[in-house]
């Protein structure tokens, strides 16, 4: 299993930007996934962001695509570069790692980090 923790959230005014980051535990197959999901109160868990670890092919959202960007490094951790936020990106974002089908679907992700904070104000 792919241990994953993340860090990087914080307050910001509509429009500013974000850079969050999810250094994952991986012991043995390159071939898993990180994906950024987020969540508000009384809602499930809405995928944003996800990456292929192995080529680092990112997939997005309708509502980030052209704000958002997810990127990985050699060193198995994604990140995910928000800029132009808006009020409505504003929820707890936990970055999860895993083998799933859809990669903008919870399912198939087995490890969730424990989540960060991004405040977007208006």
């Known amino acids: 299993q792919v241990g994953t923790v993340e860090s990087g959230g914080g307050s910001v005014q509509a429009g500013g930007s974000l850079r969050l980051s999810c250094p994952a535990s991986a012991n043995t197959y390159s071939s898993y996934c990180l994906g950024w999901f987020r969540q508000v109160p009384g809602k499930g868990r809405e995928g944003v962001a996800a990456?292929?670890?192995?080529?680092?092919?990112p997939f997005y959202a309708e509502a980030v695509k052209g704000r958002f960007t997810i990127a990985r490094d050699n060193a198995n951790t994604a990140y995910l570069q928000m800029t132009r936020l808006k009020p409505e990106d504003t929820g707890m974002y936990y970055c999860?790692?895993?083998?799933?089908?859809?990669?903008?679907?919870?399912?198939?992700?087995?490890?969730w980090g424990q989540g960060t904070m991004v405040t977007v104000n208006s």
């Open positions: 999860a790692a895993g083998y799933p089908e859809k990669l903008l679907n919870v399912d198939g992700y087995d490890s």
């Open positions: 990456i292929a670890m192995s080529d680092g092919s």
